[in-house]
T-cell receptor
Framework: AQSVTQLGSHVSVSEGALVLLRCNYSSSVPPYLFWYVQYPNQGLQLLLKYTTGATLVKGINGFEAEFKKSETSFHLTKPSAHMSDAAEYFCAVSSSSGGGADGLTFGKGTHLIIQP | GAVVSQHPSRVICKSGTSVKIECRSLDFQATTMFWYRQFPKQSLMLMATSNEGSKATYEQGVEKDKFLINHASLTLSTLTVTSAHPEDSSFYIC????????????FGSGTQLSVL
């Protein structure tokens, strides 16, 4: 069984500040981890994913995440927030690298608010 | 990038009526599509896996007679909520599995169902 916990349903940061969105997972098999972003009235868009290899993963729009097996974490960061980053962010885990063999298990989501 | 179109984006219906939601992969063929449901402030929960030309696989606790899934072509899957009740009000979102170079999931923009 797999599960994902996202700490903080809402995170507010100032424009230009560091963004940190937390994600912890549990999985009985080696996990594949994903971060998705959802802008208003749009579908989920893949930000980045961890499959194997390098534990620091770089994604689109300046985001990156680090897989820490010892902490069962996959936190998402961005050095400098931009107003356009305001959105809902979902962490997800899967037993397949593409997430599609058996679907994804999602966290509850974190709403990122950017203050001017 | 690949696009998944989900329609309608919002629907309001009376209790006891049926509602059909369509999920189309616009520029690729998807042998597998997934249907998720999201209640307010909750995770996206996988409801069922839809495979073209065969019966859908439902997750535990999801009533297959209430949530009818049809995947008659490689570009279209439909979810029909039969005899809808207020407790079925939720956000429904589909995803389509792309198996080109690598494996990816592409999501629709979701359907907000409100049952009066």
């Amino acid at each position: 069984a797999q599960s994902v916990t996202q700490l903080g349903s809402h995170v507010s940061v100032s424009e230009g500040a560091l963004v940190l969105l937390r994600c912890n997972y549990s999985s009985s098999v080696p996990p594949y981890l994903f971060w998705y972003v959802q802008y208003p009235n749009q579908g989920l868009q893949l930000l980045l994913k961890y499959t194997t290899g390098a534990t620091l993963v770089k994604g689109i729009n300046g985001f990156e995440a680090e897989f820490k097996k010892s902490e069962t974490s996959f936190h998402l960061t961005k050095p400098s927030a931009h107003m356009s980053d305001a959105a809902e962010y979902f962490c997800a885990v899967s037993s397949s690298s593409g997430g599609g063999a058996d679907g994804l298990t999602f966290g509850k989501g974190t709403h990122l608010i950017i203050q001017p | 990038g690949a696009v998944v179109s989900q329609h309608p984006s919002r629907v309001i219906c009376k209790s006891g009526t049926s509602v059909k939601i369509e999920c189309r992969s616009l520029d690729f063929q998807a042998t597998t599509m997934f249907w998720y449901r999201q209640f307010p402030k909750q995770s996206l929960m996988l409801m069922a896996t839809s495979n073209e030309g065969s019966k859908a696989t439902y997750e535990q606790g999801v009533e297959k007679d209430k949530f009818l899934i049809n995947h008659a072509s490689l570009t279209l899957s439909t979810l029909t909520v039969t005899s809808a009740h207020p407790e079925d009000s939720s956000f429904y979102i589909c995803s389509a599995r792309w198996t080109g170079a690598g494996e990816k999931l592409f999501f629709g923009s979701g359907t907000q169902l409100s049952v009066l």
